[in-house]
């Protein structure tokens, strides 16, 4: 990803189409057969694709927030992305998905949880416990809360941001996947 901002209160990063991420390979399943099972101990290189993203994360929240554009620069929502605190080492950061997501309309006139079945399915095989499943809740509604009432750093202009044109797509460092 690039780096929008790296600061004490606030890390920004964009991610575009045509980025190479990782993804850790092995036995998948659950709804629409996403949830890993079994990780053989390997990562898949996958393409970002459709979307631009801009990710805002508040250093030591248990979510993060994504902006999202489509292919014709046209805003078309928030997202809040459930997850452990990042961490930070010499190569970025480190995380872990909570399955649970929320969907929030553009305007900010509605939302929705995203990926309830996926949650439900990590609880039924011992990934997460259902006090877990209301700590991920608990947080999600804080944040929603966040952004409907754009606290800071959201009451940005965030929707209007864009890419600076003469950046390259990056790509992964040598080491990306050695233990932080």
Request: with cysteine; charged share 30%.
């Amino acid at each position: 990803m690039n780096v929008v901002r790296d600061g004490e209160a606030l890390v920004a990063l964009c991610i575009r189409p045509g980025v190479t991420i990782m993804r850790r390979s092995g036995l998948r399943g659950g709804p629409r057969g996403r949830n890993l099972i079994l990780w053989d101990g390997g990562h898949e290189p996958r393409e970002w694709h459709t979307n631009r993203a801009l990710i805002l994360n508040r250093p030591g929240d248990a979510h993060s927030v994504h902006l999202y554009w489509n292919g014709r620069d046209e805003f078309i929502g928030w997202y809040v992305n459930l997850e452990a605190p990042w961490r930070r080492h010499a190569l970025g950061f480190d995380s872990e998905d909570h399955d649970l997501d929320v969907l929030i309309a553009p305007d900010l006139s509605g939302w929705r949880w995203k990926d309830e079945d996926e949650l439900a399915f990590a609880i039924a095989n011992g990934r997460f416990t259902e006090d877990d499943a209301q700590r991920f809740h608990a947080e999600g509604l804080r944040a929603i809360n966040r952004v409907l009432r754009r606290e800071p750093p959201l009451d940005e202009p965030w929707e209007r941001w864009r890419p600076d044109p003469s950046w390259l797509l990056p790509a992964l460092p040598p080491g990306w996947d050695a233990p932080a």
